[in-house]
């Protein structure tokens, strides 16, 4: 079976109060060898308990436009941003550690700036 039928059964579990491991139990009971994981039957429950009830796949934005990003780059993109906001959110610390900031997050004055 392709995973769009196993995403039609997994929904019907759903649909009729099942939980995940009755699920993954009646879908091994019918389809042994192919029955999709438990961690994806999850994920699955977890999308039609925020109303998600679409069963299709969700493209990113890079193969709505028809960009071929290989993992590698789109892991090394998403390092590069999480250092950069830990090394923003890391000088804002600096400051508030040093008491040289006033305020949130949002600098507004900063005590060794004069005020005129």
């Known amino acids: 079976m392709h995973k769009e039928e196993f995403r039609v059964l997994i929904k019907y579990c759903f649909l009729k109060g099942k939980n995940t491991v009755e699920a993954k139990t009646w879908l ?8 999709p994981g438990k961690s994806t039957i999850k994920d699955w429950y977890a999308k039609f308990r925020r109303g998600e009830m679409s069963i299709e796949d969700v493209l990113s934005p890079a193969e709505l436009i ?6 590698k780059t789109l892991s090394t993109l998403r390092q590069s941003d999480s ?13 508030h550690e040093r008491g040289r900031c006033r305020g949130g997050p949002t600098v507004i004055f900063c005590a060794d700036q004069t005020n005129t």
């Open 83 to 95: 250092r950069r906001v830990r090394r923003e959110k890391g000088d804002t610390a600096q400051r």
């Open 28 to 35: 091994d009971a019918e389809f042994p060898d192919t029955a």
């Open 66 to 71: 028809g960009i071929d990003i290989s993992a």
